[in-house]
């Protein structure tokens, strides 16, 4: 007669943690950039007087699309180091677009715009206008990275089902397979999704910059050093 071994969400929740702590444990050099990105988004240090000074459009949309990744990229980090990488890529794609209609709105200045649009949209739950989509907005920042292709990457392995998607929900230990349930142990794919989140938190690091330095908000030059500081930081993670 053997033991119960309980129900399989209660073991599969308790099996997540015990592999999050593995895992933040093996890739701590990575996990400890993560960790220092996320404080100092969290907690840019801007002065209460400063902020205020700040019109109500601008406060208004930074707050809105800061929480939204603040909030999505935490989630992304907590099923990346618990060996779900798909699910993790599906979530990084919000992220990244909202980082990247957020760095459109600051260059530009189009607070009033995007302030009007998320208020007369969201209370008939309707989608931004063409003058706020990601395309729009990477097409005039007229930037050429990496960014189309991870965009392409995290839809193809997280948002949209594909062969490669259902190719990593098995895991191997040993010489036997196994299907995902939440989580998933000794995922080779695990460094490659922890790489890319920290790349997206440097992203997020760059784009507060970028806005506390258009407002010239109080304190401004004291987390531009952050951002120098992890950029150059960024570079030894490669082989962590």
Not at 93 to 101: D, G, H, M, P, Q
Not at 171 to 177: K, L, S, T, W
């Amino acid at each position: 007669m053997t033991d119960d071994p309980g129900p399989l969400l209660y073991r599969a929740l308790t099996l997540q943690e015990e592999v999050l702590k593995r895992n933040v444990a093996e890739y701590k050099v990575r996990y400890d950039f993560i960790s220092e990105c996320i404080d100092v988004v969290g907690t840019p240090g801007t002065p209460e007087q400063s902020w205020q000074t700040l019109p109500v459009s601008q406060r208004n949309v930074f707050n809105l699309f800061h929480g939204d990744t603040l909030s999505t990229l935490i989630n992304a980090i907590r099923l990346g180091f618990q060996g779900c990488e798909t699910d993790a890529y599906a979530i990084m794609r919000v992220v990244l677009e909202n980082l990247t209609i957020l760095q459109y709105i600051v260059q530009f200045g189009l607070y009033d715009g995007a302030q009007a649009e998320i208020e007369g949209n969201a209370k008939r739950e309707k989608r931004f206008s063409n003058k706020f989509t990601y395309k729009t907005a990477l097409n005039k920042l007229g930037i050429k990275d990496r960014r189309e292709r991870l965009k392409g990457d995290l839809s193809n392995f997280g948002n949209h089902v594909s062969p490669s998607r259902l190719r990593m929900s098995r895991f191997e230990i040993g010489d036997r397979n196994y299907g995902k349930v939440g989580v998933s142990i000794n995922n080779p794919r695990t460094k490659i999704v922890i790489g890319e989140l920290a790349s997206l938190c440097l992203f997020f690091v760059k784009i507060t910059d970028d806005f506390l330095a258009a407002c010239k908000v109080e304190n401004g030059g004291a987390f531009h050093q952050k951002r120098v500081e992890l950029e150059s930081r960024y570079e030894d993670l490669k082989d962590k």
